[in-house]
């Protein structure tokens, strides 16, 4: 494995990246510790940041085995652990919900997914984040399409691993991760102007949507407010995108997994509205798949100040936390509840359920928490 200084490694990561992200590089760069990025492939990059001084890479074979199995682990589960910390940092609803489940239910608290919105052009769709997840063992499924919002996603299974015992959210079983990407060449020429003026301008920031997400940060320059606007008029999902990028649209709780009363989602919902917790009532609260088997609901965005790069500060969508109930399959019911386990559930999404929990960032329900 060849070795890298660390000023060679900063000043080509610093190329890649608009300047907004450049200090927080510096930073990530400082503290002389193992950094891994996904690379082409199905591989990982990774590299030794040093201060001032050369590192290299063992490639004792002796080094892996299940020892670096754990380490791979670790290191996983602390980009998700990272991307969980900027999403509540940004998004006190979830936070205050998490705080609520818990206050009742203090047990092991289980992620059903994460899910993230991306630009499907020039690289910056599905495939930038899914290298990723794939790079740890996650297993593309199902793909889901929603014309009427021009968007298409992929659902990607996690692998058979032990949660860290005890552990609750990212250090719990790990979740599905849930991607969707806009069909940017379906829009009109205006939106897709805007789209291409931001991603071309950084090529290179979409082999770091992991890193992106995991630092809050934009891989490209902040947009005019205009742009904003006028890919709002056209698709919410577009405008949401170019300000929040890679960022962790929303977590799901594994609702079924709790050991309260509150496993049963209707009760959960109840529970959440009695204590001031707006719902997505787009299409009923409660949102229910065709054959009865996944039922999820879902809370309306927060919103942040964002200042554009015209100076213009504006109330933007952020995220919002999703509720997911997996019922026992048919041919199961007959197994006793003690030795009921996922995979006896209704496994997979829903195109009528996710189309409606979509809309928690649109306008229409965003109105709703301030009215």
């Not at 030794?48 to 290191?75: I, L, P, Q």
């Not at 949660?163 to 020429?189: K, T, Y």
């Not at 997911?324 to 209704?346: G, K, T």
Request: with cysteine; glycine share 8%; aromatic share 10%.
């Amino acid at each position: 494995m060849m070795s890298l200084h660390s000023s060679a490694i900063k000043a080509s990561l610093h190329r890649s990246f608009p300047s907004s992200l450049r200090s927080t590089l510096s930073v990530s760069f400082s503290a002389g510790s193992l950094i891994r990025f996904p690379a082409a492939g199905n591989r990982v990059l990774s590299v030794v940041a040093t201060s001032g001084r050369d590192s290299s890479m063992s490639s004792n074979n002796d080094s892996r085995g299940s020892s670096s199995k754990v380490a791979a682990e670790s290191f996983f589960r602390s980009v998700l652990g990272q991307m969980e910390t900027v999403y509540l940092n940004r998004n006190p609803t979830p936070k205050s919900v998490l705080e609520l489940v818990r206050s009742v239910d203090d047990e092991q608290l289980c992620y059903d997914h994460l899910a993230f919105r991306t630009f499907g052009i020039g690289g910056y769709g599905i495939d930038s984040l899914a290298s990723f997840f794939l790079d740890y063992g996650y297993t593309p499924m199902d793909e889901l399409k929603f014309p009427a919002k021009k968007l298409r996603a992929l659902w990607f299974a996690p692998p058979d691993v032990s949660a860290v015992p005890g552990g609750s959210g990212v250090n719990g079983p790990l979740p599905r991760v849930f991607i969707s990407e806009l069909l940017v060449d379906q829009m009109s020429s205006q939106t897709q102007d805007v789209i291409r003026k931001y991603t071309e301008a950084s090529p290179n920031g979409k082999k770091y949507a992991a890193l992106s997400s995991a630092l809050g940060t934009l891989t490209w320059e902040k947009p005019l407010s205009s742009e904003f606007e006028q890919l709002a008029r056209e698709s919410e999902y577009a405008a949401w995108t170019l300000v929040n990028g890679y960022a962790l649209n929303h977590v799901t709780i594994s609702v079924h997994r709790l050991k309260s009363h509150l496993n049963k989602i209707k009760k959960l919902n109840q529970f959440l509205e009695e204590k001031g917790i707006k719902l997505n009532s787009e299409g009923g609260v409660l949102k229910v798949s065709p054959d009865g088997g996944l039922q999820q609901s879902s809370t309306v965005a927060d919103s942040i100040s964002f200042k554009f790069s015209d100076g213009v500060t504006k109330s933007i969508p952020c995220s919002y936390i999703e509720f997911a109930e997996r019922l026992v399959l048919p041919q199961y019911q007959n197994v006793p509840e003690s030795e009921i386990r996922e995979s006896h559930r209704r496994d997979g999404f829903e195109v009528g359920n996710a189309d409606k929990i979509f809309e928690s960032t649109f306008q229409e329900q965003l109105s709703r928490r301030t009215g």
